[in-house]
């Protein structure tokens, strides 16, 4: 690959969504640059699959620590709150549940920015989804919409790419934009285009509670999104969720 | 004090803005809940002032540490840069400086907003300045307005108090709201208001590139920003800033 790619941040989680985000990414010829954050989450199984994920699409990936279980709040975050097993569809869509991580996506968002900035990258990727999700606020276009906004007043990319006058009245910067190729698809739409992309879903793990041996409970949310994101694509899910 | 009071979240670095916030918050009737960055930057002699200051107010802090030396980009959190000296006030009014941190208000905001939410706060306050300022993008009213914007729709207490349905259908969220009492006044009368308030700011430090001992540099913008802010004040500075 040329050393003239455009550089683009990408957030990896280790799930299949951010594994489908970066394989898009690089086909847009985007040299991509991978941030996850080991935020202390119960489900930490999935940052041995960030590594997995990038190296399998020879991206770099940076792992930053951020502790959310000195605020808690979460399922995610806090072993006083247990993750939902077993819930209905109807249950799965009908609200904000115990697993969102406040403000999680918003400081996520925040630290790729900066990591942006610092590599001269305009664009973002992040692999939120509006459709078969779990209710959290910070997956919403509208969240993502006002993110952008708030990254361009934010930094001296921004600033400067809106011409505001900045260090000796020049502009160097560009505006940030924050890419979210998956978030108007169906999870079997996913599933379906990063297979074509070639994505390797045997390295990905979505399970919010697995065991020590990281093998998915089969019962969360999460674990049962992604079983009906399987079926709806017609694809076997090749790793070990149950 | 009275546990009715509403608690709030102040972010509390160390300086004379921030300490000068939290006792306007206190004196606004709030039970104040600081949050301190362990960023790595080059004067973590501010977050021993942190504690010294929020004990000084009776009041809790967390410092939560994240790293952004991992990031850089920044002479504050980049050996590789060095902090600019003796800049003239026209070289200090001309742009963004080397010292800005690539998106670091947002993310210190991102954090404390999490706190805010598992706490149940709807107020956070910051100290950010647009008149005696670094020309810093994110000290800017139009950021702190738009972060305030997404905050909103990033957060389950943001989508519940819009009516936004939620878990149940129920609205128990509270609208966050930013607190930025200091953002249009001059560094003179941010002494002079938090003087009449008791702020102890011999306890603050604002030199970004402090001696080992923690004694101020007096050369850096932020040193030369906070002397004529004590001329302009009529107060003497108490600290060992030159």
Same mark, same amino acid.
């Given at each position: 690959?040329?050393s003239?790619?455009?550089?683009?941040?990408?957030?990896?989680?280790?799930?299949?969504? +951010?594994?489908?985000?970066?394989?898009?990414?690089? !086909?847009?010829?985007?040299?991509?640059?991978c941030? +996850?954050?080991?935020?202390?989450?119960?489900? !930490?199984?999935?940052?041995?699959?960030?590594?997995?994920?990038?190296?399998?699409?020879?991206?770099?990936?940076?792992?930053l620590?951020l502790?959310?279980?000195?605020?808690?709040? +979460?399922?995610?975050?806090?072993?006083?709150?247990?993750? #939902?097993?077993g !819930?209905?569809?109807?249950?799965?869509?009908?609200?904000i549940?115990?697993?969102?991580?406040?403000a999680?996506?918003?400081?996520?968002?925040?630290?790729?920015?900066?990591?942006?900035?610092?590599? @001269?990258?305009?664009d973002?990727? =992040?692999?939120?989804n509006?459709?078969?999700?779990?209710?959290? #606020?910070d997956?919403?276009?509208?969240?993502?919409?006002s993110?952008?906004?708030?990254?361009?007043?934010?930094?001296?990319?921004? =600033?400067?790419?809106?011409?505001?006058?900045?260090?000796? @009245?020049?502009?160097q910067?560009?505006?940030?934009?924050?890419?979210?190729?998956?978030?108007?698809?169906?999870?079997?739409?996913?599933?379906?285009?990063g297979?074509?992309?070639?994505?390797?879903?045997?390295l990905? +793990?979505?399970?919010?509670?697995?065991?020590?041996?990281?093998?998915?409970?089969?019962?969360c949310?999460?674990?049962?999104? !992604?079983?009906?994101?399987?079926?709806?694509? @017609?694809?076997?899910d #090749?790793?070990?969720?149950?």
């Amino acid at each position: 690959m040329g050393s003239d790619q455009p550089t683009a941040v990408v957030l990896l989680s280790g799930g299949l969504d +951010s594994a489908t985000v970066l394989a898009i990414a690089r !086909r847009d010829g985007f040299r991509c640059r991978c941030v +996850s954050i080991d935020y202390g989450q119960r489900h !930490r199984a999935e940052l041995e699959c960030a590594h997995a994920v990038a190296r399998s699409m020879e991206s770099d990936l940076t792992v930053l620590p951020l502790d959310l279980t000195r605020i808690g709040g +979460s399922a995610l975050t806090s072993d006083a709150i247990d993750v #939902p097993k077993g !819930r209905s569809e109807h249950e799965i869509a009908g609200g904000i549940p115990s697993t969102y991580v406040p403000a999680r996506n918003l400081i996520m968002l925040s630290v790729a920015l900066a990591f942006a900035e610092v590599a @001269g990258a305009a664009d973002l990727f =992040v692999g939120v989804n509006a459709v078969d999700y779990s209710g959290y #606020p910070d997956c919403r276009p509208e969240f993502i919409d006002s993110f952008e906004q708030t990254a361009n007043l934010a930094t001296r990319a921004g =600033v400067e790419a809106g011409g505001v006058e900045a260090g000796g @009245g020049q502009t160097q910067g560009k505006r940030i934009e924050i890419h979210t190729p998956l978030i108007e698809l169906t999870k079997g739409e996913i599933i379906r285009l990063g297979t074509e992309l070639g994505v390797d879903y045997a390295l990905t +793990s979505s399970c919010y509670d697995p065991a020590e041996d990281g093998g998915a409970c089969g019962a969360c949310d999460s674990c049962q999104i !992604r079983r009906a994101g399987f079926e709806g694509a @017609g694809v076997p899910d #090749p790793t070990r969720c149950a």
